[in-house]
């Protein structure tokens, strides 16, 4: 019987926590936005809703834990 092929498998921790985009970006959520909201102003709020970029040092890291992405 031959040997399988062995394939790396998705790391789903990575899957929930990033996102990669038509153009190959990868995005992340901000930090900071689940609790003591009271404090911080709703443009602070706004902003932190919004995904950043990953920085280009951790961009393989991201793509290395996904392989099919």
Do not use: C
Request: glycine letters at 6%; charged letters at 40%.
């Amino acid at each position: 019987m031959p040997k399988a092929i062995a394939r790396r498998k998705t790391k789903k921790a990575v899957v929930k926590r990033f996102k990669v985009t038509a153009r190959g970006k990868v995005l992340a959520p901000r930090a900071g936005r689940r609790h003591l909201a009271s404090s911080k102003n709703r443009k602070r709020m706004r902003r932190l809703g919004k995904a950043k970029n990953v920085r280009s040092e951790d961009v393989g890291h991201v793509r290395d834990s996904l392989p099919f992405a």
